[in-house]
């Protein structure tokens, strides 16, 4: 069993910052390096939307125009975790936040990964 376990959300004001952990652990998951992982988002009465994804190797990808710039995102493999940085926020960030994990390449598809956790609030005030 997988178990990702998100972090550091909150409220923050308006051009804020705020850093998300995402943790991985379980029995099987042995080699973390091998893993992409998404953050995906969900506001209010809309649907879920991913934001960014890493690679296993690294690689980039983000799916909101509106967050290039303002958030990145980075692993320490030694750590078994991922972080989004978010930086400059708006009020239209406001959303529960979710990373998820599966084997070797990032997408933008929810029903591609294999492993969500909880989620995280994150509340930006105007």
């Known amino acids: 069993q997988v178990q990702l376990v998100e972090s550091g959300g909150g409220l923050v004001q308006a051009g804020g910052s705020l850093r998300l952990s995402c943790a991985a652990s379980g029995r099987t998951f042995s080699t973390f390096s091998s893993y992409a992982v998404g953050w995906f988002r969900q506001a209010p009465g809309k649907e879920r939307e991913s934001v960014l994804a890493v690679s296993w190797s690294g690689s980039v990808t983000y799916y909101i125009d509106s967050v290039k710039g303002r958030f990145t995102i980075s692993r320490d493999n030694a750590k078994n975790t991922v972080y989004l940085q978010m930086n400059s926020l708006k009020s239209e960030d406001t959303a529960v936040y979710y990373c998820?994990?599966?084997?070797?390449?990032?997408?933008?598809?929810?029903?591609?990964?294999?492993?969500w956790g909880q989620g995280t609030q994150v509340t930006v005030s105007s």
């Open positions: 998820a994990a599966r084997h070797l390449l990032r997408s933008g598809r929810a029903d591609d990964y294999d492993y």
